[in-house]
């Protein structure tokens, strides 16, 4: 039997950044993952998002920890990810989501993001071609970006391994048991020892938490994204329209490193479950929107469509928590909806200056994401 300082459980938006920075501390740790590499879970299905524009101090502050180090990946690493600085653009034509997000506005100064209120006229020189009827202004955030979910998710993973953290693939945790001061963490045909056991198995967390007898309100909310063939560069920022559609909530899109498409919608009614089937209505619903609001798309060819999970929780915030439900060292790092993948390496980072007892309590105030919230709030920029 090997034992570790920590067991992560998954290997992916959460899971391998954590790895990366533990490691980098010179934490003994292993990261147990049911699919054959890193990322094959939610990460691949990511459209490659990274904002710190949210409504809550907490998500701002940990997505700001992330975009320094998307953003600085290159050149502090030399590896490329695909990152780009194009900035977050939330277009307005109406008066209810200009209420909205000008309230949103007082939250987001106050925690240090970069946003401003602009004109209709800055809108239009932002993104050629939007449409103009009705066009009020909007928010636009420009330190906001985007990467590749699979290089990057790749790029952390290697550094990790380098770090000196351990990755064993194929391995499905089978059961979780607290024996003392110590974990034991059993698989399809191994089993191990640590002393801290964290849980960022993504969609399947609660599943994991319930082998601990701790119930956790994660559960599978599912998604649907596509991608264009890719053109020359003609918009930069991801366009994000908050407005209700006919059979779906909020839509965005933005042009990727390689000149393509990628783009995303929120569909209403949710669709929950585990069900990864593209569906018949999505890229009709979608296309309209998209078109309706930049009518140059019609002249590009999407190219294939997908559909993830968002491990959601009731109010849209993450659970991140320590010594979860009175059992000392288990750590819960999981619910991360539909922003895994931009608050991973900020969440990597807190979480691991927490458990090597190197955070300030500027650091710690960070992350407030506790299992013992009522759950009633809404994030509002889901
Ligand atoms: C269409 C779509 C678009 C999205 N776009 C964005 C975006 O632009 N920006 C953004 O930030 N987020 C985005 N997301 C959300 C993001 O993908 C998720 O929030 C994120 O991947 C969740 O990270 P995680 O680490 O919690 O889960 P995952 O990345 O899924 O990792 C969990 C891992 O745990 C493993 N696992 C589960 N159970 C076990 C077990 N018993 N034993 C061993 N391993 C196990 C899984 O195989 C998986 O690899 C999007 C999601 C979808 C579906």
Not at 203 to 223: F, N, Q, T
Request: charged share 25%; net charge neutral; glycine share 10%.
């Amino acid at each position: 039997m090997k034992n570790y300082d920590v067991i992560i459980a998954g290997a992916g938006s959460a899971g391998v950044p954590l790895a990366m920075f533990l490691a980098e501390n010179k934490i003994k740790v292993l990261v147990l993952e049911k699919k054959p590499s890193c990322g094959q879970g939610q990460n691949k299905a990511a459209i490659g998002g990274i904002r710190a524009t949210h409504s809550d101090g907490s998500k701002i502050k940990t997505c700001l920890k992330s975009l320094e180090i998307f953003s600085s990946w290159h050149e502090k690493e030399g590896e490329d990810i695909g990152w780009r600085r194009g900035g977050y653009l939330f277009p307005v034509y109406r008066e209810k989501e200009e209420k909205t997000l000008k309230e949103l506005l007082k939250t987001q100064e106050k925690f240090g993001l970069n946003i401003n209120w602009i004109s209709a006229q800055e809108v239009k020189e932002l993104v050629k071609g939007i449409n103009e009827d009705g066009l009020i202004g909007g928010t636009f955030s420009p330190n906001d970006g985007s990467a590749s979910p699979l290089l990057s998710i790749n790029a952390f993973y290697r550094k990790a391994v380098s770090n000196g953290a351990e990755f064993s693939f194929n391995e499905q945790i089978k059961e979780v048991k607290k024996k003392g001061n110590l974990f034991s963490v059993k698989t399809s045909d191994k089993e191990y020892e640590t002393p801290i056991f964290i849980n960022a198995a993504g969609a399947h967390a609660k599943e994991i938490s319930l082998m601990l007898g701790v119930d956790i309100p994660v559960k599978p909310d599912c998604h649907e994204a596509g991608i264009t063939e890719p053109a020359e560069r003609f918009v930069e920022p991801m366009v994000v329209d908050i407005r209700e559609g006919e059979k779906s909530k909020n839509y965005y899109f933005y042009q990727n490193f390689e000149g393509q498409i990628i783009f995303c919608m929120t569909p209403d009614p949710q669709i929950w479950g585990y069900d990864r089937k593209s569906t018949s209505e999505f890229l009709p619903e979608i296309s309209k929107r998209m078109l309706n609001i930049l009518p140059g798309l019609s002249n590009i060819k999407v190219r294939r469509v997908w559909r993830g999970l968002y491990p959601m929780t009731p109010d849209g915030f993450p659970i991140v928590q320590f010594d979860a439900a009175g059992v000392e060292n288990y750590i819960i790092a999981a619910g991360m909806c539909g922003q895994g993948f931009m608050l991973g390496p900020g969440l990597g980072w807190i979480i691991s200056k927490i458990i090597t007892k190197q955070a300030s309590k500027e650091d710690e105030s960070i992350y407030n994401f506790r299992l013992n919230r009522d759950f009633s709030g809404q994030e509002k920029l889901k």
